[in-house]
Nanobody
Framework: QVQLVESGGGLVQAGGSLRLSCAASGRTFTWYAMGWFRQTPGKERDFVARISWSESTYYADSVKGRFTISRDRAKNTLYLQMNSLKHEDTAVYYC??????????????????WGQGTQVTVSS
């Protein structure tokens, strides 16, 4: 069974940092692009960051310069280092893997495997 499990969420003060992890099992995602998304109640799930199989990265403008996406191939784990957190970063954060290897998703529908989400709350 292919599974992604996020961890590392929690409550942090504005200006603080958190590191999210996404552990993959059931499949090696070495050649898959992977990404982070976030969602607040009543709103759509928004793109946060993406890393390709070649380690190229791409960020939403709202997090550029503050968040860093990375992956550990040996551990089959994806990370999101979040610094200088703001109240508006409060959301449930989801990791996802592309539906096909060797392809860079251009939209959310191209991600085929999702984690269950982890809550990040930033107090102002």
């Amino acid at each position: 069974q292919v599974q992604l499990v996020e961890s590392g969420g929690g409550l942090v003060q504005a200006g603080g940092s958190l590191r999210l992890s996404c552990a993959a099992s059931g499949r090696t995602f070495t050649w898959y692009a992977m990404g982070w998304f976030r969602q607040t109640p009543g709103k759509e799930r928004d793109f946060v960051a993406r890393i390709s199989w070649s380690e190229s990265t791409y960020y939403a403008d709202s997090v550029k310069g503050r968040f860093t996406i990375s992956r550990d191939r040996a551990k089959n784990t994806l990370y999101l280092q979040m610094n200088s957190l703001k109240h508006e970063d409060t959301a449930v954060y989801y990791c996802a893997a592309a539906g096909q290897p060797w392809r860079v998703p251009s939209s959310i529908i191209e991600y085929g495997t999702w984690g269950q989400g982890t809550q990040v709350t930033v107090s102002s």
